[in-house]
T-cell receptor
Framework: GAGVSQSPSNKVTEKGKDVELRCDPI?????LYWYRQSLGQGLEFLIY????????KSGLPSDRFSAERTGGSVSTLTIQRTQQEDSAVYLC??????????????FGPGTRLTVT | AQKVTQAQTEISVVEKEDVTLDCVYE???????LFWYKQPPSGELVFLIR??????QNEISGRYSWNFQKSTSSFNFTITASQVVDSAVYFC????????????FGSGTQLTVLP
């Protein structure tokens, strides 16, 4: 079946512009995560959505970052007034959430963001 | 707070050699989950294994095996008879069973298998 998809695969933007990154999770997965992978910081958690619950935004690095998830499926990560330190690969993951045990997260191919 | 340490930044082996990737974790939770992911040059993170804190049985899957030891807070990964296609960055990750659902990743180990 289809995995997690992300678009665009690459994005180059000028400093100060806003960008939107999209994630389409695996069908039936109720949990969706955003992570950021950069050279100096490794893999960092950004935000987590689970069903209709309020998202866990504890990993967002600043108020320039926001995300939404419409209809419990597709998610958009928005970065306003981009800075050069925002350059990174943004990864989306999804998982099934069930009673009891945790479930592994499946990752998309990522969006490579370059801020010039 | 949770922490995952992968002390080996880079490892290089010759094809057919065995190689072990180390992972040491810290958590105050009594129930937690450990993971290994592979990130080949294409960039996509590929799930390899999940382990629950209450199950210390070691696991073998083909050429891959995992050694989970709670006494030393380690979850090491061994590739037997390595192949060039095993070249990738390997990440160990931890997730507590509490309210925090995200994965805490180690910094990764770059494995290069030379022909």
């Amino acid at each position: 079946g289809a995995g997690v998809s992300q678009s665009p695969s690459n994005k180059v933007t000028e400093k100060g512009k806003d960008v939107e990154l999209r994630c389409d999770p695996i069908s039936g997965h109720t949990a969706l995560y955003w992570y950021r992978q950069s050279l100096g910081q490794g893999l960092e958690f950004l935000i987590y959505f689970q069903g209709n619950s309020a998202p866990d935004k504890s990993g967002l690095p600043s108020d320039r970052f926001s995300a939404e998830r419409t209809g419990g499926s597709v998610s958009t990560l928005t970065i306003q007034r981009t800075q050069q330190e925002d350059s990174a690969v943004y990864l989306c993951a999804s998982s099934v959430r069930g009673a009891g045990a945790t479930y592994e997260q499946y990752f998309g191919p990522g969006t490579r963001l370059t801020v010039t | 707070a949770q922490k995952v340490t992968q002390a080996q930044t880079e490892i290089s082996v010759v094809e057919k050699e065995d190689v072990t990737l180390d992972c040491v974790y810290e958590t105050r939770d009594t129930t937690y989950y450990l993971f290994w992911y592979k990130q080949p040059p294409s960039g996509e993170l590929v799930f390899l294994i999940r382990r629950n804190s209450f199950d210390e049985q070691n696991e073998i899957s083909g050429r891959y095996s995992w050694n989970f030891q709670k006494s030393t807070s380690s979850f090491n990964f061994t590739i037997t008879a390595s192949q060039v296609v095993d070249s990738a960055v390997y990440f160990c990750a931890l997730r507590a069973a509490g309210s925090a659902r995200q994965l805490t990743f180690g910094s990764g180990t770059q494995l290069t298998v030379l022909p």
